[in-house]
């Protein structure tokens, strides 16, 4: 009897690692594309002031209460979230597009553009970070644009540095060598061998850049080095519900925080379930 | 044709070969075995007669052109020791194989390639179907010299004499030159026609 039980149980269709990477990636894609659509739709409430609603704690009318001007928190909140998640956006993919060139780069045309690069990989990485972001931010007069470009120049070098390991290996490879003793073109062989080599590991890289982006952001601006007050970004909301804080205010800071880190770990869990699921090594499990 | 290395000497570091003054010759109607010990540069050797790598010293020459450097498919061919690192994890085993000359379905059914395997992945077949699918490849029309790197050396005895049996009729037939770089004394006197011994 208990035999037969065991061999029912096991044929029993169970979800496998691969189906469950796979509802981990498309719940965090839904879930993020939810807060960038509803925060732009919440473009009116968010700043819409009401004298009778000031200070409120949360409620069932305002889930993350209200601030000192009768504004609902929530609808602030999801809107700084999709500003965050459009500079995010921004920032990532032209930092990921210099990562992809210069580590090609690197890797295609001799020692001397190596060196070059690689030592510019160094000075930035070497730059603490925050004080990159800070003084290029300033440089280009804050606001959105030098959030955007000071986030995207200070997070390349990772992400170049791991395209040029990628495209030295599989320059070495056999089968590329090989195919070029077939006769097979340059350009054929990297579009055919390379590329697809390289661009699970560009994709993984740019997802997994969002969330640095998007906590950069919120830094730059908490600090006040980053978006203007007339852009609620969440390092806005942030910065401004310092002062409410000792009032007693904790609603202010707290949801708008707690969504933050939430959606940081979101594009983290949406970056690393695709890696698993394209990497060749976990891809079947 | 007549294929030869002049001089030959080959390092990886600067000041420290492992190669050195290396000559030899081989005729394309020849089966020439090349005898070394583990570790010798066997591999390297191959590389640089295939045109694979420039010799740090000295040329290889196909009918007086040097090898390193030739444009379009070569006509000395390599079967690399490790055929799960010669074919690419992502292409399809058809695919893989269009990229060389057309191969002669005689030579595909000799090497009891089945036609299914060419719809597979390479990580879907066995090692030792995976090398006798990339001596097939190696077998272009254009091929006129053959270099084996140890080619047989993790597979079975069966297929290994199958392997050299069809390896033998072939060059016979189509006077392609064959390199057989291999550890295996014996191995090369039962295949070549003359054997030269490499010693340090």
């Given at each position: 009897m208990t035999d037969i039980t065991i061999l029912q149980q096991y044929k029993k269709p169970r979800l496998n690692q691969r189906h469950k990477t796979l509802i981990y990636f498309i719940f965090a894609v839904v879930l993020l594309l939810c807060i960038a659509i509803s925060g732009s739709l919440m473009g009116e409430i968010a700043i819409t002031t009401r004298s009778d609603a000031k200070?409120?704690?949360?409620?069932?009318?305002h889930p993350f209460g209200t601030d000192w001007l009768g504004r609902d928190m929530l609808a602030r909140t999801l809107k700084g979230l999709s500003i965050s998640i459009v500079i995010g956006i921004l920032a990532s993919v032209i930092s990921a597009i210099l990562a992809g060139i210069l580590g090609v780069l690197a890797a295609s045309f001799g020692k001397k553009t190596d060196a070059v690069i690689e030592f510019l990989i160094n000075v930035v990485l070497g730059i603490p970070h925050l004080l990159l972001l800070l003084l290029i931010s300033y440089a280009l007069g804050k606001g959105m644009f030098g959030v955007v470009i000071a986030v995207a120049v200070s997070h390349w070098p990772m992400l170049a540095r791991v395209i040029r390991g990628e495209v030295l290996a599989i320059k070495e490879a056999p089968y590329v060598k090989i195919a070029k003793k077939l006769g097979q073109h340059n350009l054929k062989i990297a579009r055919k061998h390379m590329l697809p080599h390289i661009f699970p590991q560009f994709l993984v890289g740019f997802i997994l850049l969002f969330p640095h982006a998007v906590l950069h952001e919120a830094a730059l601006t908490f600090l006040g080095f980053g978006l203007k007050p007339e852009q609620p970004g969440i390092g806005i909301i942030l910065s401004e519900s310092m002062k409410y804080l000792s009032l007693g205010m904790w609603w202010l800071a707290v949801f708008p925080g707690l969504a933050l880190l939430s959606t940081v770990l979101l594009f983290d869990l949406m970056g690393s379930s695709l890696r698993s699921l394209i990497d060749p090594h976990s891809a079947n499990k | 044709m007549l294929l030869e290395a002049r001089e030959i000497s080959f390092g990886y570091?600067?000041?420290?070969?492992?190669?050195?003054?290396i000559s030899f010759a081989a005729e394309s109607s020849e089966r020439v075995g090349i005898v070394a010990p583990s570790g010798f540069g066997k591999t390297t050797l191959c590389k640089i007669l295939a045109g694979y790598s420039k010799p740090s010293n000295g040329q290889v020459l196909l009918d007086g052109e040097d090898v390193y450097g030739m444009k379009g498919y070569h006509p000395v061919q390599m079967i690399w020791q490790h055929p799960e690192t010669s074919v690419n994890p992502r292409l399809r085993l058809k695919e893989t194989i269009a990229e060389g000359d057309q191969i002669e379905q005689r030579i595909i059914n000799a090497l009891g390639i089945e036609h299914d395997w060419l719809n597979r992945f390479p990580g879907e077949l066995s090692g030792g179907e995976l090398q006798r699918f990339c001596i097939a490849r190696a077998l272009g029309q254009r091929t006129r010299f053959l270099i084996a790197d140890e080619i047989s050396t993790m597979l079975d005895m069966i297929t290994q004499a199958q392997i050299w049996s069809f390896l033998l009729e072939e060059t016979e037939k189509r006077k392609l030159g064959l390199i057989v770089v291999t550890h295996n004394t014996a191995l090369a006197e039962k295949v070549c026609t003359r054997i030269q011994i490499l010693t340090k």
């Open positions: 200070n409120l704690l949360p409620s069932m009318a | 570091k600067k000041g420290y070969h492992i190669l050195n003054n």
